[in-house]
């Protein structure tokens, strides 16, 4: 047992009492998507440098049969669930190049091959539950037992001696020192109305699209991101095109990713400046973003037209946008997104630190235009959108907000009040982002923890935890027992939905819990 005192965990807590040392600890991760699999990783990781246990004992809890998967990773095998991002990209240890590596020892390729690679989201999610697999065993090769279960964690509740009950669905409990919520999105409320009606659809991501989606009808896509691509390229290499229209707010489809040979590795030098002022507006990170963009590009793209900053407010043609974009990446000259890329992690967190609270606001509300440039798609994909788009087979409308989308049950159909009209089809899927509103997030333990005071809502969205560690805070006081990971931190990060995020997150929480195990072992 380690002899420093703790005060209930919770700092503000007057009770004083005797704390285990973390080794002798069990810790609760709650969620086995990227960001639980990349915490049990990472703990593996320090217990390999250090050469000794970290915690007695690791349960991870996931309500699903897959492990490290989540949404995006999932294990259905369908031509068009490919992932947006190159393999060369992706790692789920933090090691640049780890999934290209994976793929190399195991035969599939050699590391050239991967360069401008978009690999099969199954893949993705074996080689991040490989991960998990090698992670558990070396836990357990330095004497951390680690158990998996399968349920849902329907509640949290903090016991008298300080440690966390958790119960599951199935009435069983667990109880454990420290719980990570791993818990990823919660689904977007945006179609809720109009699931209950037959012809409704799932994003393509759902198992059972390709057998329910009938591509020889027309159907509405709700959303112009790159889930709403995914679901028009599964259409398409369903065989159908008959008539796709993706409806959506902004009408904005993603950028186009460049190509790996166009790759210059910069120093965004203005942007990086910016970590020394002490608040900043939307317009001054344009500014620097666009010197960064010009510096190492001749012809860069006119951020001002892609991003809507009051001053410049123009309503952009969507389809014209997507098609000049494609011919910039074809002819080298999509610059900017080496700056968005060298943007992502740290620089980012300090910039939206530092942005006054009503740019704040204005940037979440057009975060959609960010994702869009800094999420983009393969340029094979976008030449397909592209030959779909000239063949009149995909249209993209604006959403008339105020009326929305409705369905009339005599025709069957689903009606949306569209930019210049109504577009109607017998089938609509309802492609949009995810929600990080905790109050009608759709997980009952989230609902649970928030009812009960253990989680406090962020005032701009998600979970509100401390940024250096993740841990989560309630009334202004730092919790070190309880941590929040994943895409419900959005109002502290912003920018929360890419793997990279989850390692870094991850990193936070158990560089945190190795600091004090090494205090505790002092
Ligand atoms: C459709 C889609 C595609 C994406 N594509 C990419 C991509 O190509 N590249 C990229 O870098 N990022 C991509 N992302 C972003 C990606 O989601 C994140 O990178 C990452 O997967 C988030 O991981 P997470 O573990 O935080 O959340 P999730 O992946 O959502 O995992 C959360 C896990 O927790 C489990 N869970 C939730 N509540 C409970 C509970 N109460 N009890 C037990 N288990 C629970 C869920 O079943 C799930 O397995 C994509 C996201 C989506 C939604």
Not at 46 to 67: D, N, V
Not at 210 to 222: D, F, K, M
Not at 320 to 328: G, H, N, Y
């Amino acid at each position: 047992m380690g002899t420093h005192n703790l005060y209930c965990g919770i700092s503000g807590l007057s009770e004083e009492i005797e704390a285990p040392s973390l080794s002798d600890e069990t810790l609760i991760v709650i969620g086995a998507g990227a960001s639980g699999a990349a915490t049990l990783i990472e703990i593996a990781s320090c217990s390999r440098e250090s050469g000794h246990r970290r915690f007695k004992k690791i349960i991870l809890i996931e309500r699903t049969t897959q492990l490290g998967r989540g949404l995006a990773f999932g294990k259905a095998e369908a031509p068009y669930l490919q992932l947006n991002m190159r393999t060369s990209e992706i790692s789920i240890t933090g090691k640049e190049g780890d999934f290209t590596d994976w793929l190399v020892k195991r035969g599939i390729g050699s590391a050239h091959d991967f360069a401008d690679h978009y690999a099969a989201r199954a893949l993705c999610g074996n080689y991040i539950s490989d991960r998990v697999a090698e992670a558990v065993d070396g836990l357990e090769a330095f004497g951390t037992e680690v158990q998996i279960i399968r349920g849902e964690a329907v509640a949290l509740w903090l016991l008298p001696n300080c440690r966390y009950l958790v119960h599951l669905l199935d009435e069983s409990m667990l109880v454990g020192d420290r719980v990570i919520l791993a818990t990823g999105h919660s689904r977007s409320k945006t179609c809720d109305h109009l699931r209950q009606y037959p012809g409704f659809l799932e994003s393509p991501y759902d198992p059972k699209f390709a057998a329910t989606i009938r591509p020889e009808l027309p159907s509405l896509i709700v959303g112009s991101s790159l889930t709403a691509i995914d679901s028009a390229k599964a259409i398409l290499s369903l065989g159908g095109g008959n008539q796709i229209c993706l409806v959506s707010r902004g009408g904005i489809l993603p950028a186009v990713r460049r190509f790996s040979t166009h790759l210059h590795r910069s120093f965004p030098r203005h942007l990086h400046a910016l970590k020394d002022r002490d608040s900043l507006s939307i317009l001054e990170v344009l500014a620097a973003l666009d010197r960064d963009v010009r510096e190492i590009h001749e012809d860069p793209l006119p951020l001002q037209h892609l991003f809507p900053v009051p001053t410049y407010r123009t309503r952009t043609d969507g389809v014209r946008r997507f098609q000049e974009d494609l011919r910039r990446v074809h002819a080298g000259k999509a610059g900017y997104q080496n700056v968005l890329e060298e943007l992502d992690g740290d620089l980012l967190e300090e910039i939206w630190t530092r942005l006054l609270p009503d740019d704040k606001r204005y940037l979440l509300r057009y975060s959609s235009h960010y994702r869009a440039l800094r999420h983009p798609m393969p340029p094979a994909t976008a030449k397909q959108i592209e030959n779909a788009i000239s063949q009149n087979q995909i249209h993209v409308k604006r959403l008339r907000a105020r009326e929305g989308i409705t369905y009339d049950p005599r025709r069957g159909e689903f009606i949306a009040a569209v930019d210049g009209g109504t577009v109607t089809a017998p089938q609509l899927v309802g492609a949009t982002s995810t929600s990080d509103d905790l109050e009608t997030s759709d997980n009952p333990l989230l609902q649970q923890a928030l009812r009960t005071h253990q989680i406090e809502r962020h005032p701009l969205g998600g979970i509100d935890v401390d940024r250096a560690t993740c841990r989560v805070v309630v009334d202004r006081k730092i919790n070190d027992r309880l941590f929040a990971l994943g895409p419900m931190t959005s109002g502290v990060f912003f920018y929360v939905s890419a793997m990279s995020e989850c390692v870094r997150h991850a990193r936070k929480v158990v560089t945190f819990l190795m600091q004090k195990c090494e205090l505790s072992c002092e």
